[in-house]
């Protein structure tokens, strides 16, 4: 078992220096609903058994959580350590920057020119993919990257079942249901109308163009 080496006020110190970039501490829990004082006391190791439910908000604070910081106290470099940690943080924002601003090929048209995953079921008149594009682009009227958000993929993942490229996931699927409200999508693959359908089980107007927000996103 590794030694821990720092101790916690030492790891939140040197985080709030390097992951918040030296912001006081006041700055640094600015969304959090926590007292000043008592995060300069944690770095200060005045605080022998810190409250779990405070320390949680505080890891969060710097977009961590209990394993990375018991990680965090147990290595060698702990700077070098952190220093990566924001450097991965920043080129995942690039990359984020970059994603939402990719102008992304119609789907339907991918699948129509590249071919689709085959339906199970011959008599099914539209798949996964069908479903997840006229959820987006009919209804919630979000870009990719919000949808990607949502069913918790990279948004070239997402883009790639919306396009019949990539086979849908369990996952994927327990949070399509849950979208619908519903135990499973039998009713939508077998529909005439998957718009109407749709519209039916969210109880909107087809003619409405009334934008629904997807669960969990305010």
């Not at 939140?12 to 000043?36: C, F, S, W």
């Not at 699948?111 to 079921?121: C, F, T, V």
């Amino acid at each position: 078992m590794t030694t821990t080496r720092h101790s916690l006020g030492t790891v939140l110190t040197h985080a709030r220096k390097i992951l918040a970039n030296d912001v006081m501490p006041a700055e640094a829990l600015r969304t959090a609903d926590i007292p000043v004082w008592y995060l300069a006391e944690l770095e200060r190791n005045h605080i022998g058994r810190p409250n779990d439910d405070l320390l949680t908000l505080i890891y969060q604070a710097y977009e961590l959580d209990a394993v990375d910081v018991d990680e965090l106290r147990r290595t060698r470099h702990l700077d070098q350590k952190l220093r990566e940690l924001a450097v991965a943080r920043e080129a995942a924002t690039a990359t984020f920057l970059r994603q939402q601003a990719f102008h992304w090929p119609d789907s339907a048209m991918v699948a129509n020119h590249n071919g689709r995953i085959p339906l199970s079921d011959p008599a099914a008149r539209n798949s996964y993919a069908d479903i997840l594009r006229c959820l987006r682009t009919q209804i919630d009227h979000e870009p990719v990257m919000a949808a990607s958000v949502y069913y918790q993929l990279s948004p070239m993942a997402y883009w790639q079942m919306e396009a019949a490229q990539l086979a849908i996931t369990d996952e994927v699927e327990r949070l399509l249901c849950y979208r619908l409200e519903v135990d499973d999508l039998s009713r939508f693959i077998y529909a005439d109308d998957l718009f109407g359908t749709l519209c039916g089980q969210l109880d909107i107007c087809k003619y409405s163009g009334e934008r629904l927000r997807v669960p969990g996103n305010y």
